[in-house]
């Protein structure tokens, strides 16, 4: 659990766990921040490493995709709240996605 809840701890990637919260899959391209691109790479990896996204690779394009059931029955209520709560406070706004995978 600490794990989890280290890695929901940082805006960026609570913003983005907000944009992946539909349950769609995304390309790593389509997901925006005011960060550098090797940021963006490591708040990916620190989520994928703590069991709250999985990544898959198609070729040289890699895409995201949050693993709420995972999550879901292991702790129980936690992403809901942490998603209504950053919802409520507007963490993680900054995070955003482009229609198309760039």
């Known amino acids: 659990m600490p794990r989890v809840l280290g890695a929901l701890s940082d805006p960026t990637r609570l913003g983005i766990v907000r944009v992946l919260s539909d349950?769609?899959?995304r390309g790593w391209g389509q997901l925006r921040a005011p960060i550098a691109k090797?940021?963006?790479?490591?708040?990916l990896k620190v989520l994928r490493e703590a069991g709250v996204?999985?990544?898959r690779q198609e070729g040289t394009r890699c895409f995201v995709a949050l693993r709420r059931e995972t999550?879901?029955?292991?702790f129980p209520g936690l992403l809901p709240a942490l998603l209504s709560a950053a919802v409520a406070d507007h963490v993680g706004e900054h995070v955003?996605?482009?229609?198309?995978d760039a």
Do not use: N
């Open 23 to 25: 349950g769609a899959e």
């Open 38 to 43: 090797s940021t963006l790479s490591h708040h």
């Open 53 to 55: 996204t999985q990544t």
């Open 71 to 74: 999550l879901d029955a292991r």
């Open 96 to 100: 955003t996605e482009d229609d198309e």
